[in-house]
């Protein structure tokens, strides 16, 4: 074969090379098979034992999982083990078996042919891409119908090419030691494609043409920044591989030396630089890398990943345990987001909400479930006993949200004193701006604010009118918009008017691409996962900030997305 050269989109970058390990999409290319009647019970007893063999890897992996992404990832499985336990599945496959005497391989076949036309009369892209995680459970069960491994065992050391790779793939994958993917579909705003970046594994999506050109043992040099990818590479293909290796190595043993240097501007202004963490890896790489403290402390994910509502002792235990991990250092504990993407098994969201990202979630679903609300806020009053504690309110959209949870708060602070265990004396409430909304309405509530920190997750989703997880979107999803940034600056003026300290703590925040923006635009707070801490650090440290703000306007008069990148090209520091 010789050298040809595919271009994909870059979606993680860093440089691999490997030998290919292609697999084709998890359609299943079984035959028609009867079997006789007497078979029934072993076909039946088959299907069974592969459910059970895929439900225990499921587990096993589910176990393994640990550090800063494993709820994320966690919720992917429990999705599939879901999907595996679905009624509608399994007794399907079991009549087919039973009335048609298909062989079990043929019925799962017809099964999931059955659920995917079903997929495909769903006119809304992102649930018709739902499709690929039955496909993955779907090739799980085929793979233990036949006593093998699910199919990437033994992918140490390649790359995978593959249609497209679930979150929960992509860990287990990095786990097994593969060096790199390519995915013939997808988009750089994934989920799978963020997992990627905070995993450091190379990743290149959209190569539309690699199932075709590339077969297994092929050689493959793939290149996460420029969404490259090399068949069979050459002398200059392999030296330019080496090259980016030995940068990217260079490059981490110079952030390596930033651990505990200041987060400063080379005018000498201090950024503060918060971290979002919930593990307790999270909170100790946090402290170790000097954050200013806990800036975003998203406690639906002990909701979620429990299945069930933690009691006001379990949810005190947890939030204590992140204060004590920070020493100190100020921790600022959002109160419950489940609800729209982040679904739950706790019975808390409501089920099949027409639109559920503008439905019942976030502060809504709290208020609507006064109890709830005050076991969790008298939790948080509790651990403030331990340590320096803000409360931050999600998905507020204006000023009788905000006054209602302050009322609560003073409840909650007032019976935990009358039980007299020791907590704070002030404790800071903050609303997290993440609806247009409240960003527009902001000097009608900030006077009952103590501080803010700007979802950008969703501010762009609400503003843009843009789902932050539908792939379909592509472009249409970014911060990159005139409209964010004049949100932005608002946001922050009114805030600095009025004294209140304003963070950013969605994805963009950890990205340090962004970071000369939002300098400019007046943030001297950014919340992020400490994964990207150090690479924000270091653009803080070479942006020279008065230069910056100077140079406001002129990204503020940008009329396009384009003219926001040639801003940032010109203000990015070498
Ligand atoms: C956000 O919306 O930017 C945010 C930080 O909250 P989450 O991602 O948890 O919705
Ligand atoms: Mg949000």
Known sequence: MPRHVLSGNAAARGSALGRARVRLPHVL????????????????????????????????????LHGALAHEVGEFLDLHAL??????????????????????????????????????????????????????????????????????????????VTDNISPAELAQLQVQGVMGVVTANGSALSHSAILARSLHLPLVVGAAAAL????????????GSSGLVVLEPNAADLREHHARTSNARREQRQLNRLRREPSRTLDGVDIKLWANAESREDVAEAHALGSAGVGLYRTEYL?????????????????????????????TIRTLDVGAD?????????????????GLRGVRLSLSRPGLMHTQLRAIVRASGYGPVRILVPMISGAEEMFAVRDMLRAAMHEVA?????????????????????????????????????????????????????????????????????????????????????AVCGEIAGDAMFTPMLLALGLSELSLHPATLLEVRRAIRGCDLASLRAHAPALLRARDRAGIERWLAAHTPA
Not at 108 to 118: T, Y
Not at 305 to 323: G, L, S
Not at 456 to 481: C, F, I, M, S, W
């Open 303 to 331: 909701f979620i990943n429990n299945n069930e509502i933690p009691d006001e002792d379990t949810q005190f235990r947890a939030y204590r345990d992140v204060v004590l991990g920070m020493t100190g250092r100020t921790v």
């Open 83 to 160: 999907l595996l336990d679905d009624p509608e599945l399994l007794q399907g496959i079991d009549a087919l078996i039973r009335t048609g005497r298909y062989s079990a391989d043929y019925a799962l076949r017809l099964q999931r042919d059955r659920i995917a036309a079903v997929f495909d009369g769903i006119d809304d892209a992102y649930l018709r891409s739902r499709i690929d995680d039955i496909d993955q459970v779907i090739g799980r069960l085929h793979a233990a119908l036949h006593r093998r491994e699910a199919d990437l065992q033994g992918v140490a050391g390649e790359i995978l």
């Open 342 to 358: 982040k679904a739950d098994n706790t019975g808390l969201a409501l089920r099949n909400e027409p639109n559920p990202a503008l």
């Open 212 to 223: 075709q050109k590339v077969n297994d043992g092929d050689v493959l040099v793939i290149d």
């Open 418 to 502: 009358r039980d007299g265990s020791e907590m704070a004396e002030k404790i800071p409430l903050g609303a997290m701006i993440e609806v247009p909304s409240a960003a527009l309405s902001l000097p009608m509530f900030i006077g009952a604010c103590d501080f803010l920190s700007i979802g950008t997750n969703d501010l762009v989703q609400y503003l843009l009118a843009a789902d932050r997880n539908n792939d379909a979107l592509g472009d249409l999803y970014t911060p990159l918009h005139p409209a964010l940034l004049r949100l932005l600056r608002d946001v922050v003026r009114i805030a600095n008017r009025r004294g209140r300290p304003v």
């Open 29 to 64: 290319n079984v035959e028609e098979a009867r079997i006789a009647p007497e078979d029934v019970e072993t076909e039946l007893q088959r299907i069974h034992d592969a459910v059970d063999t895929v439900r225990a890897e499921m587990h096993i992996l589910r176990e393994r």
